[in-house]
């Protein structure tokens, strides 16, 4: 069983995914976590410090998620990018197009609000980034993807449209965008 300050990291992050940052209150988190008042202000010293949290938290996670799939010896590095879109897409339609990224989520709705946020997200994002570029790279060095192609400067292209297909589908609570950007970033930019 989880010690308390994961359980409440847990369940904020949960409701954080479903309602936002902003219209989460501390209230609602501990009851879910099912915890007292007082638990929440012996981890937190606010619920800032416990926004940056759920953020680390969420990001640990979500970096080993994607090394899973971009370390994987089993399958050449552009079809490591494939399988990890391919199985967002499914997990994303398992949830009916309702959560999408929390990191996207909380950058849409905290960058202009806390600088604190904003670079810590930022940072996340140029992580993510980073694996996107390294296996562009490893791609290039077996002939899979041009030479002429920026492996950095392309991860950087594929994480945005990446971010922006992913709040395309909730918004139309449909895959087809996100099936769309794998076919043509497959098809068309990711050919050798």
């Known amino acids: 069983m989880p010690d308390k300050k994961t359980e409440i990291i847990e369940q904020g992050t949960e409701l954080i995914a479903m309602n936002g940052y902003n219209a989460t209150g501390i209230e609602a988190i501990l009851r879910r976590a099912g915890v007292p008042k007082g ?22 996670q979500y970096e080993t998620k994607l090394d899973s ?11 490591r990018i494939r399988n990890y879109f391919e199985q967002s897409l499914k997990q994303m339609t398992d949830n009916q197009f309702t959560k999408g990224c929390l990191i996207g989520n909380l950058g849409q709705e905290l960058a202009d609000q806390n600088e604190r946020f904003r670079e810590r997200l930022e940072t996340i994002f140029q992580q993510w980034k980073d694996r996107f570029a390294l296996c562009l790279s490893q791609a290039q060095q077996r002939g899979e993807l041009s030479s002429a192609l920026q492996p950095d400067g392309l991860a950087d292209f594929i994480l945005a449209a990446w971010e922006g297909v992913i709040l395309r589908a909730k918004v139309m609570k449909s895959p087809d965008s996100i099936r769309n950007f794998i076919d043509t970033l497959f098809t068309t930019v990711l050919r050798p």
């Open 39 to 60: 638990s929440f202000y012996h981890y937190f010293s606010s619920k800032e410090d416990f926004g940056l949290a759920v953020i680390d938290q969420f990001a640990e």
């Open 69 to 79: 799939f971009f370390n994987d010896p089993k399958f050449p590095p552009l079809e």
